[in-house]
């Protein structure tokens, strides 16, 4: 009677060489129970197969005819582990080699005869860079806002994972990330930061999970980053009286995207902060800002800004509680904004560079230009590092030459004497705490 093959794996191709499973009692052979199919399919494997494996509902294990301790062991998850199983005082012990395809067919099978032979030190489990990239989203999703997790993902899908996705992460060398950092820094500086900034926390990550040895040292630590472009753009007082012009003007006639700009200009908000904001979150003395980039913070508000508010709450219907103060129907609320900005900007002879963000930029450069020290801007703008704000400490033309001149007075008082002019000695204002 001709021996029967088993059925095709249904996780694998047709293509897959069937096993046969001999009954212990008559020698014949016959079909698998579906029990047996899913979690023993012998076969010689080979690196094609061990590919083409699919996750199923439950794992099961691929067992290699050559090698037979040997096995392959695939996840749901679609983790796929080399094993080896052996016997140890009557009970059955499986233990881990590697896993595929960072470890091949042909190195799992010496992996397996080394281990056997007395090498009782399995290989540690190299993890590839998409794997990490899996785990490390799945535990540092949570901690990200929607726009932040957005702009991760799209970081981690077009630049790091076509630079490393199947590399095993203990493989990747300084060499690898400065050759990719500095190719993705010719197009994108500030994106060639952002997305090695990702890299390092990933692997270092890696490292508190166990993935990595203590002792290995993370490639992507002290590359020196691109340097930043300073922001330039802020309104002078001129642009300022302008702009405030055309806004009152239209905010007047009940568009609620001037009152927005507005509001930018008046607090130094951001603007998902202000299109966010409700009526009860605008204190008689302050915004309370519930989702903000940095964690919900309280904005002081002045005179301006209190006046602002409280003369657009008279124009709307339904200015109270959790209405929100800007509302703009079915519209996209920034899309609108961003329309009539460019309107804005033509009417009121501004820069066609003018950036929305920018009002933030001159609420903060003007605020010190009026004598206000880093640490109090740095407060009102809701940064967490004073150095980001010292990139919009933007000082007009006329500040600095005043300042120069001042300076000027006081060296030129040291080095020639006031009376040897026949003028006063010139007092400064302020006095300085030492020598820095």
Do not use: C, L, Q, W
């Given at each position: 009677m001709t021996p029967s093959p088993i059925p095709a794996h249904p996780h694998l191709p047709d293509t897959v060489p069937p096993a046969r499973v001999r009954s212990s009692a008559s020698g014949r052979s016959r079909a698998p129970s579906r029990r047996w199919e899913m979690a023993n399919l012998k076969t010689q494997l080979t690196d094609a197969i061990c590919s083409r494996a699919r996750p199923g509902a439950r794992e099961y294990a691929l067992r290699d005819e050559r090698q037979a301790c040997l096995s392959l062991r695939v996840r749901p998850s679609g983790t796929k582990t080399w094993e080896v199983r052996e016997r140890s005082n009557g009970l059955p012990v499986r233990s881990t080699l590697g896993t595929f395809p960072a470890m091949g067919v042909k190195a799992a099978r010496m992996a397996a005869v080394a281990f056997l032979a007395g090498d009782r030190k399995p290989v540690r489990r190299s993890v590839t860079f998409r794997e990490l990239c899996a785990q490390h989203e799945l535990r540092h999703a949570a901690n990200l806002k929607p726009s932040g997790l957005r702009t991760y993902r799209t970081y981690v899908r077009l630049q790091l994972l076509p630079a490393f996705g199947s590399c095993p992460i203990d493989t990747i060398t300084r060499r690898d990330v400065v050759c990719w950092f500095e190719r993705y820094g010719m197009t994108s500086p500030g994106g060639a930061n952002r997305a090695l900034g990702i890299l390092s926390h990933m692997l270092t990550s890696a490292q508190r999970w166990d993935m990595l040895p203590p002792d290995w040292s993370n490639p992507a630590v002290g590359i020196r980053l691109n340097r930043r472009r300073a922001i330039g753009t802020f309104l002078s007082r001129a642009q300022m009286a302008r702009l405030g012009g055309v806004l009152t003007r239209r905010s007047n006639i009940g568009c609620p995207a001037a009152g927005v700009l507005e509001a930018l200009l008046l607090t130094g908000c951001r603007v998902g902060e202000i299109l966010s904001l409700r009526w009860e979150d605008v204190r008689p003395d302050r915004l309370r800002l519930?989702?903000?980039?940095?964690?919900?913070?309280?904005?002081?508000?002045?005179?301006?800004?209190?006046?602002?508010?409280?003369?657009?709450r008279r124009r709307r219907t339904a200015a109270r509680g959790r209405h929100k103060v800007f509302q703009f129907g079915e519209a996209v609320p920034y899309e609108r904004v961003r329309t009539v900005w460019l309107s804005v900007r033509k009417e009121a002879h501004l820069p066609g560079t003018l950036r929305i963000h920018d009002l933030r930029h001159s609420f903060a450069s003007h605020a010190i230009m009026a004598?206000?020290?880093l640490f109090t801007v740095s407060r009102l703008l809701g940064h967490k590092r004073i150095q980001t704000t010292a990139r919009y400490a933007h000082l007009a033309d006329n500040t600095l030459r005043a300042s120069a001149e001042r300076i000027g007075m006081l060296i030129l008082d040291q080095v020639e004497p006031p009376t040897r002019r026949g003028k006063e000695p010139t007092t400064p204002t302020k006095t300085g705490g030492g020598a820095s």
């Open positions: 519930r989702d903000s980039k940095t964690g919900a913070r309280d904005v002081p508000m002045g005179t301006a800004a209190r006046r602002f508010f409280t003369s657009y004598g206000e020290s």
